[in-house]
Structures are given as C-alpha cells and as structure tokens.
C-alpha cells in the first residue's frame, strides 16, 4: 500500500497555471507507475496522465496534449501535474493514483483529492 497526500490545487483564471504535487509514502516509489485523474461534478472519473515507475514512458488524454506535463522526482517520493493554458473544462477534483507496478495498470491506491477550479 502507498499513501498519497496531493497539494496544489486552487482558483486560477483561464490561461493560467498551476502545479499540482503528490507526495508519495510506502512501496518503493520508484518502482510504482503513477496517475493523475480527475472527476468533474455529474461527470465520472478520468484518466488525465500517467508516468512509469522510471519516468521514461508518459501518456496523456488527448484534451490535455500539449498543455499538461507529468512529471517525478523518484528522490523526493513526489509526482507532479503542471497544467497551462487552463480552461473552465479542467475545472475538477485532482486525484493522483499509484498502480500496481512500474508500467500503468489499474490503479491500486488515491490520493484524497485537491480542487482545481478555472474562472472564465
């Protein structure tokens, strides 16, 4: 089992920035791929990114492409989501997940969850 405790969440007027961090304790982390989803109020979960255990292997939903960047510091037990150029439709519930080995499979563990709200 691996804790997860997500930070960085916040309102941010569309165009902006933010920088979602997810620090992670328990298994060895870098041998752990982690996620990045989210969950819209009447909408169901999603995938937005996910990062192998090493950090060689990134994907992405396609709503995300070229503004969302995951990334990891395996020194620091810590995943990040930095996400530019925000609109109202990446207002959401942030969760990070760790799967069950160093490629993505289903994920095994959530972090509670941090908001990220967008003004238009």
């Known amino acids: 089992q691996v804790e997860l405790v997500e930070s960085g969440g916040g309102l941010v007027q569309a165009g902006g920035s933010l920088r979602l961090s997810c620090a992670a304790s328990?298994?060895?982390?870098?041998?752990?791929?982690m996620g990045w989803f989210r969950q819209a109020p009447g909408k169901e979960r999603e995938v937005v990114a996910t990062i192998t255990g090493n950090g060689a292997f990134t994907s992405y939903r396609d709503s995300v492409k070229g503004r969302f960047t995951i990334s990891r510091d395996n020194a620091k037990n810590t995943v990040y989501l930095q996400m530019n150029s925000l609109n109202a439709e990446d207002t959401a519930v942030y969760y990070c997940?760790?799967?069950?080995?160093?490629?993505?499979?289903?994920?095994?563990?959530w972090g509670q969850g941090t908001q990220v709200t967008v003004s238009s």
């Open positions: 997940a760790a799967a069950r080995s160093s490629m993505w499979t289903v994920p095994t563990d």
């Open positions: 328990g298994r060895t982390f870098g041998r752990v791929a």
